[in-house]
């Protein structure tokens, strides 16, 4: 059988999507690869696996780095593969959303959702937050920028480099798809360079320890008496790390042959960050100068690659990092946007007629990115009143992404008779595959709402909260509590679920109206046509 070509496998993809219900207002232009590499920039090992490499420390220390990691990456493996099945079966923009809502109901759909926004939330603000905090330590050693976050100046300085690269790759994601893509594939290779450059010149040519020490010597410093609870707490290193790879599925309106090469983005996504992110982290753990002290540190990154590689070396290999940094925030903003306008556009949001307008230039969801970078800047506010507030916003991601990636994998379970596999599949394996997913997203979404430190404080209930880091359980409920008013007084009257967007002339006939204007124009189109309101079922 001959293969397709672009433009004809291009049409297909197109009927598929008029047949969810939806007409294809996205330019698809993405191959497989940018569509692995958008998920593989947004777990980024040198962001989730550097910035929070000092809480994997005082959690557990190099035993965290040893045994954490991969005892994480095999478990979100797992779960990355009853995604994929469920993205190859139902490849839209919604994704996640839509999958409950077609698998169980609109209830479902809401709840998937927000839990999802949750997450996009959190995440695009924990990675380029983390990202401020490295690039403030970069010019603090270069040129002495306020970056101390126990001060005002130094949280001011950090939160002014934030708001700028929130601007810059809002901006970017505005100008088209084809630009963050190719992003994203630079993002790919800069990442296994750095990382080739630091196992070399950090792991094998300054080793301070044999490779037993990742995994027989531990550390606690949490006021955790049981370094087992202390352990458990640190997995949120690599859980986090670990997030992010739904945006595979999320631009699934936007890659040509979604139904194969979403599934394949979301897997090898997972698979190659395990490895690469457990070279990187063993790396680092191997040249630990003091580990009390590193642990302790401002910075344990700078320290270690400085230690090792000299002041100038390390500040170079760091800047490499920083650079890895704002590259994932990039693919991140656009996942989080690609969200916002499906749901948006079924209606499911405050001022959704508004949100889920297209760019008749660019064909991205404009309005949906910017909204997602300012919402996105305000969390990190919170470091004002809550100094720690990097790893309480860090967990309530993990906990909203996660909750909605096994969300449709259960309906799937429960109601088999509601969908049909896609072309990837696991066969006789999906049902302990996705049953072993959902058993470990429960378990590791309690952990994450433990106190995270032990403090003997008698104040107020905030000061406690503050203390402890137990921010997260109370910060979901408060966002489930605002999403469930919202669905009780507007939505449950309101939101129908999925939306069909007319009859197939009609769906062409918006296609072609959204090309208007276009400097992207999908294969075969020749004039335009009127716009269409969308239809509700």
Aim: charged content about 10%; proline content about 5%; aromatic content about 12%.
């Amino acid at each position: 059988m001959p293969t397709a070509t672009k433009e004809e496998q291009i049409r297909a993809d197109t009927d598929r999507l008029h047949q969810m219900g939806y007409a294809q207002q996205l330019f698809r232009d993405m191959g497989g690869f940018s569509n692995f590499a958008i998920s593989f920039t947004i777990i980024s090992v040198l962001t989730g696996g550097l910035t929070l490499y000092s809480f994997g420390l005082i959690h557990g220390g190099p035993q965290q780095m040893g045994i954490g990691w991969l005892l994480v990456g095999v478990m979100v493996l797992i779960v990355a593969a009853a995604m994929a099945q469920l993205a190859s079966a139902l490849p839209t923009a919604g994704a996640l959303y839509y999958q409950a809502a077609k698998l169980g109901n609109k209830h479902w759909g809401w709840i998937t959702g927000w839990f999802n926004l949750i997450g996009q939330i959190t995440i695009t603000t924990g990675i380029v937050y983390g990202n401020a905090l490295f690039a403030a330590a970069l010019l603090t050693a270069l040129f002495n920028y306020p970056s101390d976050l126990t001060t005002t100046g130094g949280k001011v300085g950090v939160i002014s480099i934030f708001a700028i690269l929130l601007a810059v790759q809002a901006t970017i994601n505005h100008v088209g798809v084809r630009l963050a893509a190719r992003a994203a594939d630079i993002s790919v290779w800069w990442h296994i360079g750095v990382i080739a450059v630091l196992l070399v010149a950090v792991g094998i040519l300054h080793p301070l320890h044999p490779l037993s020490y990742a995994f027989t010597q531990s550390y606690n410093n949490s006021g955790f008496g049981s370094p087992i609870y202390a352990f458990l707490v640190g997995l949120l290193l690599a859980q986090w790390t670990f997030t992010g790879y739904d945006a595979s599925a999320h631009v699934t309106e936007e890659t040509v042959n979604p139904a194969r090469r979403a599934p394949w983005g979301i897997v090898n996504s997972v698979f190659w960050s395990l490895i690469f992110g457990y070279l990187m982290l063993l790396a680092l753990t191997l040249a630990i100068p003091d580990l009390a002290k590193t642990a302790a540190s401002t910075n344990p990154v700078l320290d270690i690659v400085k230690n090792a590689l000299g002041s100038t070396g390390g500040l170079m290999l760091f800047a490499g990092f920083v650079i890895a940094q704002a590259f994932c925030g990039l693919s991140s903003i656009t996942s989080n946007s690609r969200m916002l306008f499906a749901f948006s556009r079924d209606g499911a949001l405050p001022g959704s007629k508004w949100l889920h307008v297209v760019s008749k230039k660019y064909r991205t969801p404009a309005r949906a990115i910017w909204v997602a970078a300012i919402i996105a800047f305000i969390p990190a506010l919170a470091q004002f009143p809550v100094p720690a507030v990097y790893s309480i916003v860090v967990s309530i991601s993990v906990i909203g992404l996660y909750v909605s990636y096994v969300i449709p994998v259960l309906l799937a379970l429960i109601y088999p008779d509601r969908w049909k596999p896609g072309p990837w599949n696991l066969g006789r394996y999906w049902p302990i595959v996705a049953w072993v997913a959902v058993l470990w997203v429960a378990f590791i979404s309690v952990v994450l709402m433990l106190p995270e430190y032990s403090a003997n404080y008698t104040g107020d209930v905030i000061g406690w909260l503050t203390a402890t880091g137990t921010w997260a359980g109370p910060a979901v409920a408060i966002f489930l509590i605002i999403g469930g008013l919202y669905y009780l007084l507007w939505g449950k009257n309101h939101y129908t679920g999925p939306i069909i967007m007319g009859s197939e002339d009609e769906m062409r006939r918006l296609e072609q109206e959204t090309e208007k204007g276009s400097i992207y124009r999908e294969p075969g189109v020749t004039e335009p046509a009127p716009t269409l309101a969308p239809q509700r079922v």
